[in-house]
């Protein structure tokens, strides 16, 4: 077979060719600093496909000034333009400076001792606005544990406390392995069935996490996890009390706050400094006990300190006739040296309801007025209750979840009215509510979980538009399961949701009553 004769190329072309090649690089030349204003006018996805082009332009499109200057006109911004007052003239002219750290949270994060990496955060943040995420489990027991295992989730460790494995640490990133463990008691000693759990949102280090635990026989115990170390150490175990079971407990050193099964609510301070040579904790001082007649499960306890003194908080729900449940709100303000300067109670139930707590309790509530009236909604028995002042967050088995903001100040308390929130297709079982109004939610069945941003509650118009149209909360669409488990069985959760910047844990129960934590990895 004859060959095709090659055509003959045109000189001109061949020209261009070589002058192509010859070109000049005139970027490279640039100094760091200009390449870094010349990136500071590019998008994200620019940004990422610079780093693609030389180990320079990886290390300069990295930048972690950039990204914190993405990170405020992506994130900050519209939460600045969203919040705005009336005396916010130039809201909608708010330039990046980095010098504006406030606004980013940057300074609580040097404060724990370590830098911002601008472009992880904006990596995590836009995942969290996508609901985009891994899925991993930990195995935590292979049958149902008897009474229920407890769960609390603080700074990228879980707790677990039962009545057989007694108190656990988890690592829920990397290896996601057993960190450390204690029995609750010792050989010979009748063992303890805990029935509360809390952690110490007053944490003086990332080295060491305080746990306090409340039993069934009215006692308590503080433990110590020493991360390094790898241990959990006893501080203080108080004796049994004769008001029954502690049903709720909330710590921040040094003070205890504990509920009890026959709705007695007892604030305890330990002193800071005495008894903490040999590694314990001296007799705390009770500062007050009060008996409620109108708490109601789901309850939940929280103490706030400032430098004027603090305040202890309990928050729960109350059954009413016509509208169905509501919550109140407790709050015990204290002085620094502990002397109780007020008690208030606010509810968010219209005055013209009468509670049942009032009346035989055999009466039942009816539903007289339709879910949709504006004069009165029917709120179904909470599930769940998170309070992290102000917001107010109850979920329910009518796949909605109920919001309230609470104002508290000198002289008075109270709770706005309740605002639904729509979005689950199944009975909600648990809720978690952030400071800034973060929030996640999670379904009883179907691993439906949601995730929301309620900062400023219902009041202004936007948040309301944004309910309107689904933009409130986001659903969280996994991606590979990285367990061993194909996810083909039916799997029940079990009220406990936590989650802080990084990560979301589910406890879920399969089948054989075997207890899970699910972990959704948002990095």
């Known amino acids: ?80 333009l969203r919040l705005r007052t009336p005396r916010d003239a130039l809201a909608e002219n708010l330039p990046y400076s980095s010098k504006l750290a406030r606004w980013l949270d940057e300074e609580s994060f040097l404060k724990k001792g370590k830098e911002m990496n601008w472009k992880r955060q904006y990596k995590i943040r836009h995942n969290w606005a996508r609901g985009s995420c891994g899925v991993s489990e930990i195995q935590v027991t292979e049958r149902p544990p008897i009474p229920q295992l407890l769960v609390r989730f603080h700074e990228g460790v879980v707790y677990t406390v039962d009545f057989e494995d007694g108190l656990q640490a988890w690592s829920p990133r990397g290896e996601q392995k057993l960190v450390a463990r204690t029995l609750l008691s010792t050989p010979g000693e009748a063992q303890k069935s805990p029935t509360s759990l809390a952690i110490n949102t007053r944490g003086k280090g990332r080295d060491a996490h305080q746990i306090a635990i409340g039993f069934e026989n009215g006692a308590y115990c503080i433990y110590e996890l020493r991360i390094p170390s790898r241990e959990f150490v006893c501080l203080y175990e108080s004796p049994l009390s004769s008001s029954g079971m502690l049903s709720a407990i909330a710590l921040a050193t040094p003070y205890l706050l504990v509920m009890s099964e026959k709705q007695r609510l007892s604030l305890y301070r330990f002193e800071e400094e005495s008894g903490r040579l040999n590694g314990t904790l ?18 939940t306890l929280s103490i706030r300190l400032s430098g004027q003194g603090l305040t202890a908080s309990i928050a729960y729900a109350v059954p009413t006739y016509l509208s169905g449940w509501s919550v109140g709100i407790q709050e015990m303000c ?34 007289s007025h339709g879910e949709g009236s504006s004069e009165m909604q029917f709120f179904a028995k909470p599930t769940s209750l998170s309070y992290s002042h102000p917001y107010l967050l109850v979920s329910h088995p009518d796949n909605t979840l109920t919001l309230y903001l609470v104002t508290s100040t000198a002289s008075s308390l109270s709770i706005g009215a309740g605002r639904r929130l729509w979005g689950h297709t199944s009975s909600v079982s648990g809720a978690e ?22 900062e400023g509650g219902m009041a202004s118009a936007a948040m309301r538009r944004r309910l309107t149209s689904g933009e409130l909360s986001i659903p969280v ?23 802080d910047e990084e990560n979301v844990v589910v406890l879920r129960e399969k089948s054989r009553g075997r207890q899970a934590l699910v972990v959704y990895d948002f990095t």
Request: proline share 5%; net charge positive.
């Open 334 to 367: 204290l002085n620094l040296d502990g002397e109780l300067l007020e008690s208030r109670v606010a509810t968010a139930m219209d005055p013209t309801f009468r509670s049942l707590s009032t009346v035989h309790r055999e009466a039942s509530p009816a539903r």
């Open 477 to 499: 669409r996994p991606g590979k399961r990285a367990s061993r488990d194909d996810g083909s069985e039916l799997a029940v959760a079990k009220g406990f949701v936590g989650f």
């Open 1 to 80: 077979m004859v060959k095709r004769p090659l055509e003959e190329e045109d000189d001109s072309d061949r020209q261009q060719k070589k002058l192509c090649l010859g070109a000049t690089d005139r970027i490279s030349g640039l100094s760091d600093e200009l390449l870094l204003r010349v990136l500071s006018n590019l998008s994200v996805t620019t940004l990422n496909l610079c780093q693609r082009i030389s180990r320079r332009f990886h290390a300069l499109a990295a930048d972690s000034q950039l990204w914190k200057a993405a990170y405020y006109e992506r994130f900050v911004r519209p939460r600045a």
């Open 282 to 299: 001296d007799p705390p001082r009770l500062l007050f006990s009060f008996k409620s007649h109108t708490s109601w499960p789901p309850l």
């Open 433 to 454: 509510v952030g400071g800034r109004g973060k929030a996640v939610s999670v379904s009883c069945r179907g691993e439906e979980l949601r995730l929301w941003e309620l």
